[in-house]
């Protein structure tokens, strides 16, 4: 996975995973371990055909606890089926059948996890496996238009070669998309109806027809942004330049090069946000193109001379245009005296929330997955935090803007 899960978020929150015949089974098995390396407790439920694609002493092997199989075998607790319901924060069905797909729409509980499903008062998370005609049949199209219409949340299959030899809608969803709906299901929607722009990752500025003018942030910050504010339930518009790492699908994400580029889709959509999160490490100057043929170096003397021009100040621009109710969130990467240089960046350049670190730390900052920054807002509220991850600092930074 590109975007690790907020630790701090997802820490000793509850899952119950159900899984189904399907020989897409053994995805689960990684999906399981992606929650669990963010703090996710897993339990599981494996039908009898899911039985006979993967054991259940792998999931338990792993760590998942309880595993439950069918219904009233010997050594099955009397309440089994009630279990998940009580202690599970969300339950996901991963890979989701045909036939459970009829018992959950049918309400059905015949079957340990159609039983454990019928019992469950939490979110329900489903991505669905199967071959592309029976995903296609009126019966599973009925059964999934019922289901969603309870509020059931669907992670669709993709397109492609199915193990059959069939081609077509079916497969099971990527692992990152499972991921990132089931983290979501676990966490409070603080930012339900929030519009959020995130700008994120370095500009590419092109000087000849070869060489660019860049710098080598990762975009992981702001990944780690966008990602959070869609856990919470916001609208994520990510602007992203060369390089950043995947974000879960429903972030509208528009691939930028340069910084130009990047302010004129951040004017375009700014009316529209209530949050303005300004993590992209953009080119404060670019070359003069030179045009688009390779520049020769026998054109040249001993040395060159570049002419850079400056690029609009994204962040600042929007500032002066935001309403009173939008809030924005700024960095600041600095040398020197890292609070006082924050301090005096949080008020010149309009920012409500600025997090700050300085350059060159080992192991923390502009391509680490660590950071260690100041933050102070414009109430004069200012903290020093530890070395964290990158996730966690992002969750921790959303916490402080929504009291903003
Ligand atoms: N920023 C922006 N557009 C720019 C330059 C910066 O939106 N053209 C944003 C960055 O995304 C960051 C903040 O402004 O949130 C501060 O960026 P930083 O590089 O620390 O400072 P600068 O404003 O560029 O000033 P300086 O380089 O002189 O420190």
């Not at 045909?98 to 469950?120: C, I, P, S, V």
């Not at 592309?132 to 238009?145: E, K, L």
């Not at 889709?265 to 992209?280: C, H, N």
């Not at 193109?289 to 020769?296: Q, R, T, W, Y």
């Amino acid at each position: 996975m590109n975007t690790p899960l907020p630790g701090i978020a997802l820490e000793n929150r509850r899952l119950h995973l159900g899984v189904c015949g399907s020989v897409a089974a053994y995805k689960s098995v990684e999906v399981m371990r992606d929650l669990q390396k963010a703090g996710v407790l897993v339990s599981v439920t494996l039908t009898g055909s899911a039985a006979r694609f993967v054991a259940p002493l792998t999931f338990a092997s792993l760590g998942a606890s309880p595993v439950y199989g069918r219904m009233f075998d010997d050594n099955a607790e009397p309440f089994a089926h009630l279990e998940p319901g009580r202690c599970a924060h969300a339950l996901l069905v991963a890979p989701a059948s045909a036939t459970t797909l009829a018992r959950l729409a049918g309400g059905f509980a015949d079957e340990m996890l159609a039983a454990q499903a019928l019992a469950f008062p939490g979110p329900l998370v489903i991505a669905p496996a199967m071959n592309p005609i029976m995903w296609a049949h009126p019966a599973t199209r009925r059964n999934v238009a019922m289901l969603r219409e309870r509020g059931v949340i669907f992670v669709p299959p993709d397109s492609g070669p199915v193990a059959c030899g069939d081609n077509g809608e079916g497969k099971l969803a990527s692992r990152k998309e499972i991921v990132f709906a089931a983290a979501k299901a676990l966490l409070e929607q603080d930012m339900a109806g929030k519009k959020v722009l995130v700008t994120l990752g370095p500009t590419r500025e092109p000087w000849d027809g070869v060489r660019v003018w860049t710098n080598s942030s990762s975009g992981r910050m702001g990944a780690a942004l966008a990602l959070a504010a869609y856990l919470r339930g916001a609208e994520v518009y990510a602007l992203a330049g060369p390089g950043v790492p995947a974000l879960p699908e429903k972030v509208q994400r528009t691939d930028v090069n340069g910084a130009r580029q990047m302010f004129e889709a951040a004017v375009d959509l700014w009316p529209r946000m209530d949050f303005g999160i300004f993590s992209a490490a953009v080119a404060d100057f670019s070359p003069v193109p030179k045009g688009p043929e390779k520049f020769k170096k026998s054109a040249a003397a001993d040395d060159i001379s570049i002419r850079f021009t400056r690029n609009p100040d994204i962040l600042a621009t929007l500032a002066q245009d935001a309403r009173p109710e939008q809030r924005i969130l700024g960095f600041a990467a600095e040398t020197g005296d890292l609070e006082q240089n924050a301090r005096v960046k949080l008020h010149a350049k309009g920012m409500h929330l600025t997090a700050a670190n300085l350059i060159g730390l080992p192991g923390s900052g502009f391509i680490s997955v660590n950071n260690t920054v100041f933050v102070c807002d414009c109430r004069g509220r200012e903290e020093n935090w530890p070395t964290m991850q990158k996730t966690d600092i992002a969750w921790r930074l959303l916490d402080w803007l929504l009291t903003l």
